[in-house]
Protein backbone atom coordinates (compact mmCIF):
# COMPACT_ATOMS: atom_id res chain seq x y z
CA UNK A 1 0.00 0.00 0.00
CA UNK A 2 1.79 3.43 -1.06
CA UNK A 3 0.90 6.19 0.98
CA UNK A 4 -0.36 8.66 -1.58
CA UNK A 5 -0.42 12.67 0.95
CA UNK A 6 -0.29 13.83 4.66
CA UNK A 7 -2.63 16.07 5.84
CA UNK A 8 -1.33 17.73 8.54
CA UNK A 9 -3.09 19.78 11.58
CA UNK A 10 -1.84 22.96 12.45
CA UNK A 11 -1.80 24.40 16.16
CA UNK A 12 -0.42 22.07 18.20
CA UNK A 13 1.51 20.02 15.51
CA UNK A 14 3.26 22.69 12.97
CA UNK A 15 2.77 25.43 15.79
CA UNK A 16 3.40 25.94 19.12
CA UNK A 17 0.77 28.37 18.70
CA UNK A 18 -2.18 27.11 21.72
CA UNK A 19 -0.81 29.07 24.43
CA UNK A 20 -0.96 32.25 22.04
CA UNK A 21 -4.42 31.60 21.09
CA UNK A 22 -5.04 31.42 24.60
CA UNK A 23 -3.55 34.51 25.32
CA UNK A 24 -5.93 36.16 21.99
CA UNK A 25 -8.58 34.98 23.64
CA UNK A 26 -8.65 35.70 27.20
CA UNK A 27 -7.67 39.96 26.21
CA UNK A 28 -10.43 39.69 24.10
CA UNK A 29 -12.70 38.42 26.28
CA UNK A 30 -11.84 40.43 29.07
CA UNK A 31 -12.81 43.21 27.67
CA UNK A 32 -16.67 41.99 28.03
CA UNK A 33 -15.46 41.00 31.71
CA UNK A 34 -15.78 37.01 30.67
CA UNK A 35 -12.77 34.78 32.17
CA UNK A 36 -11.59 31.46 30.14
CA UNK A 37 -8.66 29.77 32.19
CA UNK A 38 -6.09 27.64 30.89
CA UNK A 39 -7.82 24.54 32.84
CA UNK A 40 -11.11 24.90 31.05
CA UNK A 41 -9.16 26.18 27.57
CA UNK A 42 -7.33 22.93 27.53
CA UNK A 43 -10.10 20.56 28.56
CA UNK A 44 -13.07 21.67 27.02
CA UNK A 45 -12.62 24.55 24.29
CA UNK A 46 -9.61 23.43 22.50
CA UNK A 47 -10.97 21.45 19.54
CA UNK A 48 -13.12 24.09 18.40
CA UNK A 49 -12.86 26.90 15.65
CA UNK A 50 -13.18 30.33 17.00
CA UNK A 51 -16.85 30.66 16.12
CA UNK A 52 -17.47 27.29 18.07
CA UNK A 53 -15.37 28.10 20.77
CA UNK A 54 -17.01 31.58 21.42
CA UNK A 55 -20.43 29.61 21.01
CA UNK A 56 -19.73 27.02 23.67
CA UNK A 57 -18.50 29.38 26.27
CA UNK A 58 -21.17 31.55 25.75
CA UNK A 59 -23.78 28.76 26.57
CA UNK A 60 -21.84 27.42 29.26
CA UNK A 61 -21.58 30.93 30.90
CA UNK A 62 -25.09 31.60 30.26
CA UNK A 63 -23.49 35.21 28.60
CA UNK A 64 -25.60 36.56 25.05
CA UNK A 65 -23.49 36.58 22.10
CA UNK A 66 -25.06 37.39 19.23
CA UNK A 67 -23.66 37.14 15.33
CA UNK A 68 -22.63 40.74 15.82
CA UNK A 69 -20.90 40.23 19.05
CA UNK A 70 -19.20 36.73 18.24
CA UNK A 71 -17.89 38.33 14.76
CA UNK A 72 -16.45 41.49 16.58
CA UNK A 73 -15.07 39.06 19.11
CA UNK A 74 -13.27 36.85 15.97
CA UNK A 75 -11.71 39.93 14.54
CA UNK A 76 -10.19 41.45 17.72
CA UNK A 77 -8.89 37.87 17.85
CA UNK A 78 -7.52 37.89 14.53
CA UNK A 79 -5.69 41.00 14.97
CA UNK A 80 -3.80 40.15 17.95
CA UNK A 81 -2.81 36.40 16.56
CA UNK A 82 -1.75 38.06 13.91
CA UNK A 83 0.72 40.31 15.50
CA UNK A 84 2.00 37.62 17.45
CA UNK A 85 2.36 35.27 14.60
CA UNK A 86 4.38 38.05 12.66
CA UNK A 87 7.43 38.24 15.21
CA UNK A 88 8.90 35.44 16.22
CA UNK A 89 9.01 31.51 14.96
CA UNK A 90 6.30 29.43 16.89
CA UNK A 91 7.17 26.16 15.00
CA UNK A 92 8.00 23.35 17.11
CA UNK A 93 11.28 21.62 16.83
CA UNK A 94 11.36 18.90 13.96
CA UNK A 95 8.30 20.56 12.27
CA UNK A 96 9.92 22.24 9.29
CA UNK A 97 12.40 18.98 9.11
CA UNK A 98 9.66 16.64 8.92
CA UNK A 99 7.28 18.70 6.58
CA UNK A 100 10.32 19.00 4.20
CA UNK A 101 10.81 15.44 4.15
CA UNK A 102 7.18 14.43 3.46
CA UNK A 103 6.95 17.54 1.06
CA UNK A 104 10.03 15.37 -1.26
CA UNK A 105 7.62 11.81 -1.49
CA UNK A 106 4.00 12.74 -0.88
CA UNK A 107 1.90 16.12 -1.63
CA UNK A 108 0.48 18.03 1.63
CA UNK A 109 -2.18 19.88 2.87
CA UNK A 110 -3.42 21.63 5.74
CA UNK A 111 -6.85 20.63 7.52
CA UNK A 112 -7.20 23.30 10.30
CA UNK A 113 -9.57 25.22 12.69
CA UNK A 114 -7.29 28.11 12.33
CA UNK A 115 -7.78 31.25 10.19
CA UNK A 116 -5.71 30.56 6.89
CA UNK A 117 -4.17 34.11 7.25
CA UNK A 118 -3.02 32.98 10.31
CA UNK A 119 -1.72 29.91 9.07
CA UNK A 120 0.09 31.37 5.86
CA UNK A 121 1.82 34.33 8.10
CA UNK A 122 3.78 31.34 9.88
CA UNK A 123 4.08 29.53 6.57
CA UNK A 124 5.38 32.28 4.72
CA UNK A 125 7.92 33.40 7.54
CA UNK A 126 9.24 29.92 8.02
CA UNK A 127 9.79 29.56 4.04
CA UNK A 128 7.47 26.79 4.26
CA UNK A 129 4.33 28.10 1.86
CA UNK A 130 5.46 26.55 -0.99
CA UNK A 131 5.37 22.64 0.76
CA UNK A 132 1.56 22.55 0.92
CA UNK A 133 -0.31 22.35 -2.17
CA UNK A 134 -4.01 22.60 -0.26
CA UNK A 135 -4.86 24.81 2.82
CA UNK A 136 -8.48 24.25 4.38
CA UNK A 137 -9.44 26.25 7.20
CA UNK A 138 -11.76 27.88 9.36
CA UNK A 139 -11.52 30.80 6.41
CA UNK A 140 -13.98 28.24 4.06
CA UNK A 141 -16.40 28.23 6.81
CA UNK A 142 -17.05 24.83 6.92
CA UNK A 143 -17.91 22.17 10.19
CA UNK A 144 -14.74 22.58 12.89
CA UNK A 145 -13.54 19.38 14.08
CA UNK A 146 -14.21 16.69 15.64
CA UNK A 147 -16.96 16.81 12.31
CA UNK A 148 -14.95 15.32 9.25
CA UNK A 149 -15.63 18.43 7.03
CA UNK A 150 -12.11 20.37 7.11
CA UNK A 151 -10.49 16.66 5.94
CA UNK A 152 -13.33 16.45 3.42
CA UNK A 153 -12.29 19.99 1.73
CA UNK A 154 -8.52 18.91 2.36
CA UNK A 155 -8.76 16.25 0.16
CA UNK A 156 -11.37 17.81 -2.19
CA UNK A 157 -8.78 20.82 -2.90
CA UNK A 158 -5.82 19.08 -2.87
CA UNK A 159 -7.24 16.25 -5.29
CA UNK A 160 -7.96 19.46 -7.59
CA UNK A 161 -4.41 20.28 -7.52
CA UNK A 162 -3.38 16.53 -8.59
CA UNK A 163 -5.69 15.58 -11.46
CA UNK A 164 -4.14 18.22 -13.45
CA UNK A 165 -0.90 15.89 -12.76
CA UNK A 166 -3.20 12.62 -14.11
CA UNK A 167 -2.47 11.53 -10.67
CA UNK A 168 -4.82 8.93 -9.02
CA UNK A 169 -7.81 9.70 -6.98
CA UNK A 170 -7.06 10.25 -3.63
CA UNK A 171 -8.51 7.73 -1.69
CA UNK A 172 -8.77 8.08 2.42
CA UNK A 173 -7.82 5.01 3.63
CA UNK A 174 -4.28 5.42 1.29
CA UNK A 175 -3.43 8.85 3.25
CA UNK A 176 -2.63 10.08 6.92
CA UNK A 177 -3.80 12.80 8.76
CA UNK A 178 -1.49 14.51 11.61
CA UNK A 179 -3.11 15.28 14.53
CA UNK A 180 -2.31 16.51 18.51
CA UNK A 181 -6.06 16.13 19.49
CA UNK A 182 -8.92 13.62 19.93
CA UNK A 183 -11.49 16.44 18.43
CA UNK A 184 -8.64 16.20 15.71
CA UNK A 185 -7.70 12.51 15.52
CA UNK A 186 -11.80 11.67 15.40
CA UNK A 187 -11.87 14.39 12.43
CA UNK A 188 -9.85 12.38 10.36
CA UNK A 189 -11.26 8.97 11.03
CA UNK A 190 -14.55 10.24 10.32
CA UNK A 191 -13.22 11.19 7.14
CA UNK A 192 -11.75 7.67 6.71
CA UNK A 193 -7.92 8.43 7.00
CA UNK A 194 -5.39 7.24 8.86
CA UNK A 195 -3.42 9.11 11.74
CA UNK A 196 -0.90 9.66 13.29
CA UNK A 197 -0.91 11.85 16.88
CA UNK A 198 1.61 13.68 18.50
CA UNK A 199 1.88 14.34 22.26
CA UNK A 200 2.99 18.21 21.96
CA UNK A 201 -0.20 19.30 23.98
CA UNK A 202 -1.90 15.72 25.52
CA UNK A 203 -0.41 12.73 26.90
CA UNK A 204 -0.80 9.80 24.90
CA UNK A 205 -3.01 8.27 27.21
CA UNK A 206 -5.29 10.96 25.37
CA UNK A 207 -4.40 10.12 21.96
CA UNK A 208 -5.62 6.21 21.98
CA UNK A 209 -7.36 6.24 18.90
CA UNK A 210 -4.85 7.21 16.74
CA UNK A 211 -2.91 4.09 14.97
CA UNK A 212 0.32 5.98 15.67
CA UNK A 213 1.71 8.28 18.46
CA UNK A 214 5.12 9.75 18.51
CA UNK A 215 6.20 12.29 21.22
CA UNK A 216 7.52 14.82 18.30
CA UNK A 217 7.46 14.85 14.58
CA UNK A 218 11.08 14.71 14.48
CA UNK A 219 10.54 10.60 15.22
CA UNK A 220 8.91 10.30 11.96
CA UNK A 221 10.11 8.76 8.88
CA UNK A 222 8.55 8.37 5.56
CA UNK A 223 8.60 4.42 6.30
CA UNK A 224 6.93 4.45 9.69
CA UNK A 225 4.09 6.41 8.55
CA UNK A 226 3.60 3.79 5.53
CA UNK A 227 3.36 1.00 8.13
CA UNK A 228 0.67 2.64 9.56
CA UNK A 229 -1.55 1.95 6.80
CA UNK A 230 -0.04 -2.01 6.58
CA UNK A 231 -0.87 -2.62 10.31
CA UNK A 232 -4.11 -3.57 11.21
CA UNK A 233 -3.33 -3.02 14.72
CA UNK A 234 -2.23 -0.05 16.91
CA UNK A 235 1.52 1.22 16.43
CA UNK A 236 3.15 2.84 19.79
Known amino acids: MTLQAVFFDFDGVIADSEPLHLRAYQAVLQVDGIELNRKDYYERYLGYDDVGLFQALSKDLGVVADSARIDRWIASKALIVEEMLSNDSVLFPGAAECIRMFAERVPLAIASGALEPEIAIVLEHEG ?107 AR
Open 128 to 234: LRGSFEAIASASDGVPGKPAPDLYVLAMTKLQERLKNRGADPLVPALCVAIEDSHWGLEAAAKAGLRTVAVTNTYAAADLGRADLIVERLSELTFSSVENVMRDNGR
